[in-house]
């Protein structure tokens, strides 16, 4: 197990580095810097004021010079200040964490408590009427795109109710709270789950059909017994994988439904970073958010053995 | 004895009536204006910046030396009020413009403002100060201002090398705040520090604006509000969707299309709404440095092949306008009166006649139904650029040319079009204030910055010379027109239309007035109240 803890570590570290580099010099690859933006936002270019401006923002540089004073910087926890808000890049970065970490947390939430029961649901009620309702839910959930399905909750919201479920940096009670969150965490969170349930019943049928299944029935064992306790254990680990790549992919998703829903988050926060190549927000931003991923992997790895002992006596 | 009662009853009701009304009419005291903003602007600071993303917000916490008065839609030489300056006059000369200052009007900081200032605000401008701004896109307004000297604390003189009316609309502009001298640039950026009657309180990137009531400020009993509140909201479909809910008091101004317009009176019939040109003029930039459009031939040809009223008619269902240069009458001030317009070639009421002109020109240049000319159309990534250009390549097909669209991301527009790497492009330029000098020497004059395309021509650089230096308004009237008429004519940077836009504001919401002629100076907000 030891061993295995190890090797993982070592690749997550290796896989940082790779991510570090691709971060950097993608950015550097993109046409354009900020001081570009800041002329053309302005409709001139004057060569002089643009070439001091390169330099008091150090991106005349030779490129590896930055990267070492970046991504020594970034060790050191010195991220630099961002080029727009001439703040802290650490100070910006650091309030927004916790409002996309509440709405990841709960579309997860939501994407596992909803997609794994209906999944062993459809799976244990194959061929039924429920089954085929339930892979259309999940199939429109695979479909709808969350930045449309968004649109349409918050066109619904004030059709119905003359009300509007968008961001409150200050909700007046812990309802209005969860709801601020709740709203769009189902948004984003609708096709996540339906992700899971379609893998949770694949995978489960697939165990459902393993003689162990048959000998447990055999034995009289009930049938919560069986689907929960011997089946489900076993269906579970696909799931796990899809949930923790979903955890990446979230970010992604989340994107368009901090934009919709108008959440100060940190993923409409890289958007509008990369938009105006702010450097020291986007490579520590996405450093971090790959620090996250690579470790909720690693986290994931860690599952695997724990649910089949197979992997850390044999990897 | 019931016919007595009857008629106290009816009394009382009457006076009761009276004074609902009286009172519905008085400005309240109180109350955070809230309001969405389309965008996050990079900064602050008012001096350094090229979009009304800033003045919107911003403004508010400065003060000019003169303004354009809040409550006319117009601004015009007839509406210019004074502001930190009490007074102003030219001297006989015309080439002394000399301010009397406000006296025992206090910074945000409680410092107290006098004509260092000023003197400080114009030395950054005309780049003549030890501190530099980051970028200073404003510069060339001050070509003709020799030095500003104060006379004492509350009196300052601005020297001009010829005598330039225009000098005094370009003051009142939302663009020229007078800041403190003893803030940095760079803090202004941040933490900008004015005069004005909201305070700024925080700016949080992507996210918030916050404005406070200034207490203390000159103008006693303003503002009516406590503060101003914007949430950066850049999704347009939630933004709308959360004012028709209520949740914001007025729309970002000018920040609605026609189509959209109707989508919120039939939500919110209640709202107020007006629709008003915003002086942005859609236009095609041309690169006459190389073939083919080196040729004067081709480049009437494309001039005249256009429907301007199409382009009217398919994106603002009508409601916007056509014009040379300068903004058509009745909102514009300097626009040429429709029947000289129609005088211009392609302006004509017959696009037919004007493209069988057009087919003839293509074909003297040697193109024609068997030999089209491939042309690449490069425009900014974004919904207004990109709309305008898609027609304009429909209706170049009917002269000949082959037109293909060129999606250019915003970072990269001005430096591909300052290197001349485009054949022809659809662009938009934005006035700050209706006056020929800044538009003119901005976009037309030798070696302009802004003057994307290089025209140059010597004879009319003289004519702008003479309009600026020229007193009387109707003569001036006279040589700006004939000065757009050759602009148009000599394909210089063919306008295509002059864009409207609207903004809608709660019934409660009382004392907005949107420009009818600039979307850069009406944003001082100091009288706006709620009646609620």
Redesign the interface.
């Known amino acids: 197990m030891f061993a295995y803890l190890v090797r993982r570590l070592f690749l997550m570290l290796v896989t940082l580095f790779g991510i570090s580099i691709v971060i950097f010099f993608l950015l550097r690859i993109v046409?354009?810097?900020i001081v570009?933006?800041?002329?053309?936002?302005?409709?001139?270019?004057?060569p002089a004021?643009k070439a001091?401006?390169e330099k008091?923002l150090g991106i005349d540089q030779p490129l590896i010079l930055q990267y070492w004073h970046w991504i020594s910087g970034f060790l050191r926890g010195d991220f630099g200040y961002?080029y727009?808000?001439?703040?802290p890049a650490l100070q910006?970065i650091l309030p927004r964490i916790p409002i996309t970490a509440r709405l990841a947390g709960l579309a997860l939430l939501f994407s596992a408590s909803i997609g794994i029961p209906l999944g062993v649901i459809s799976a244990v009620k194959q061929g039924t009427r429920l089954d085929y309702a339930l892979r259309v839910v999940s199939l429109s959930g695979l479909s709808l795109p969350s930045f449309w399905l968004g649109?349409l909750i918050?066109?619904a919201?004030?059709a119905m109710f003359?009300?509007?479920p968008?961001f409150n940096?200050n909700p007046a009670t812990w309802l209005e709270a969860f709801a601020t969150y709740a709203v769009p965490a189902a948004a984003v969170g609708f096709r996540s789950a339906a992700l899971t349930m379609r893998i949770t019943r694949s995978s489960m049928l697939e165990v459902l059909r393993q003689d162990y299944i048959r000998t447990a029935r055999a034995k009289g064992a009930s049938d919560a017994a069986v689907n929960y306790h011997h089946a489900l254990k076993n269906a579970i680990l696909p799931v796990i994988t899809v949930i923790g790549i979903e955890a990446a992919f979230l970010i992604g998703g989340l994107i368009v439904t901090e934009?919709?829903?108008?959440i100060?988050g940190v993923a409409?926060?890289l958007v509008?970073a990369i938009r105006?190549?702010d450097y020291p927000i986007v490579q520590n931003l996405v450093m971090l958010i790959a620090v996250v991923v690579v470790s909720a992997n690693f986290i994931v790895d860690m599952l695997y053995a724990v649910f089949d002992p197979r992997i850390r006596y044999t990897d | 004895m019931r016919s007595v009662w009857a008629l106290a009853a009816t009394a009382a009701l009457s006076l009761l009536a009276f004074s609902t009304t009286t009172f519905a009419g008085e400005p309240k005291q109180g109350g955070i204006l809230r309001m969405y903003h389309r965008d996050s602007p990079g900064n602050a600071s008012i001096l350094e910046g090229a979009t009304y993303s800033l003045n919107v917000p911003f403004m508010g916490v400065f003060n000019n030396l003169v303004i354009y008065d809040q409550h006319i839609a117009q601004n015009s030489p007839d509406t210019l009020r004074p502001e930190l300056a009490e007074s102003w006059s030219w001297s006989s000369d015309n080439k002394k413009l000399t301010f009397k200052l406000r006296q025992g009007v206090k910074w945000h900081d409680g410092k107290a403002f006098t004509s260092a200032d000023v003197k400080c605000t114009f030395d950054l401008l005309m780049g003549k100060s030890q501190q530099k701004l980051r970028q200073n896109p404003r510069k060339a307004w001050y070509n003709e201002v020799d030095d500003v000297a104060p006379n004492g604390d509350f009196e300052i003189s601005f020297n001009l090398k010829r005598p330039q009316p225009s000098l005094l609309a370009m003051l009142a502009s939302g663009y020229t705040p007078i800041y403190p001298c003893h803030v940095s640039p760079a803090d202004m950026r941040t933490h900008p520090i004015g005069t004005g009657p909201y305070k700024f309180v925080e700016f949080k990137a992507n996210e918030s604006i916050k404005l406070t009531r200034n207490p203390d400020y000159w103008k006693k009993g303003l503002p009516y509000l406590d503060g101003i509140e914007y949430t950066i909201i850049p999704n347009r479909s939630t933004a709308i969707l959360a004012f028709v809910a209520g949740k914001f008091d007025m729309t970002f101004p000018t920040h609605i299309t026609i189509p959209l317009l109707k989508d919120i009176k039939s939500q919110a019939p209640n709202a107020t709404c007006v629709v008003e040109p915003t002086n942005v003029s859609t236009n095609i930039i041309v690169n006459s440095t190389s073939a083919p459009f080196d040729n004067i031939d081709i480049r009437r040809a494309m001039s005249l092949a256009l429907d301007r009223k199409a382009f009217v008619d398919i994106l603002f269902e009508g409601q916007a306008d056509i014009g040379g240069t300068m903004l058509p009458p009745p909102q514009g001030i300097w626009g040429m009166p429709k029947d000289k317009l129609e005088t211009i070639p392609g302006y004509g009421p017959n696009v037919n006649a004007n493209r069988e002109e057009a087919k003839k020109l293509m074909q003297k240049a040697g193109y024609g139904p068997d030999k089209h000319l491939a042309v690449k159309i490069s425009t900014r990534n974004l919904a207004e650029y990109r709309d305008p250009a898609v027609i304009l390549i429909d209706q170049l097909k009917s002269i000949y040319i082959d037109g293909e669209l060129d999606v250019v991301e915003t970072a990269n527009w001005f430096p591909k079009v300052a290197r001349k790497d485009y054949m022809l492009g659809l662009n938009l330029t934005g006035n700050s204030v209706d006056d020929p000098d800044q538009s003119f020497y901005e976009n037309y004059s030798c070696g302009s910055e802004r003057n994307y395309t290089n025209y140059c021509n010597k004879e009319i650089e003289k004519l702008f010379d003479v309009q600026s230096q020229e007193i009387d308004t109707n003569k001036r009237k006279q040589l700006v027109w004939d000065i757009d008429k050759k602009l148009q004519e000599d394909v210089a940077r063919p306008i295509i239309f002059h864009a409207r836009a609207g903004t809608c504001w709660q019934p409660y919401v009382k004392g907005i007035t949107i420009m009818s002629n600039s979307s850069y100076n009406g944003f001082r907000y100091e009288d706006v109240w709620l009646d609620k």
Do not use: C, H, M
């Open positions: 046409p354009g810097n570009d933006i800041l002329f053309a936002a302005a409709g001139y270019v004057d004021d001091n401006l008091e961002s727009v808000s001439e703040k910006e649109l918050l066109t919201a004030v003359g009300q509007i968008i940096p934009t919709v829903f108008n100060p409409r926060f509008e105006w190549r």
